[in-house]
């Protein structure tokens, strides 16, 4: 299992928001050359996180801002935004167990209350880290003046 590069990806647009957004206008070009990713998966990033109510883009060469308060934006609300969970669920069974097998035909009663824990307590940490710690640590990293133009 794999969470798609999608999640950190949204969270490298944040900060380049917050770093850069004040000074310059901060666009699916320029946010494709800070992430080194084609604008087009940067701009439908976009869309996905202005869906959700993080960030307001304005449409050519107007820019992405933040839409709330750092400490307001979690990691959960980044992660529901971008990634496509199907059904709520993190974890996807294989489609047909074999329903002749004892472990096939109990898989999921196997697994299935074990995988929603795993799930819960990966959520309650994504909810318990915010942007604003995000900028903190950016802040801390990028102190010694290594911010590129």
Do not use: W
Request: with cysteine; aromatic share 6%; charged share 25%.
């Amino acid at each position: 299992m794999q969470i798609s590069s999608r999640f950190t990806l949204a969270i490298h647009i944040f900060v380049c928001i917050d770093v850069f957004g004040k000074e310059r206008k901060v666009t699916s070009t320029f946010l494709a050359e800070s992430t080194n990713v084609n604008p087009v998966i940067i701009r439908n990033i976009l869309l996905q996180l202005k869906a959700a109510g993080l960030v307001h883009v304005a449409r050519g060469a107007g820019g992405a801002v933040i839409a709330r308060p750092l400490s307001e934006i979690t990691l959960l609300d980044i992660y529901h935004a971008v990634e496509c969970v199907g059904h709520g669920t993190l974890f996807h069974f294989h489609e047909n167990p074999n329903a002749g097998c004892p472990v096939g035909r109990n898989i999921h009663r196997i697994l299935d209350d074990k995988l929603e824990r795993v799930q819960k307590a990966m959520e309650r940490e994504l909810a318990s880290i915010t942007l604003e710690d995000v900028r903190r640590d950016t802040e801390k990293y990028l102190s010694d003046g290594a911010v590129a133009e």
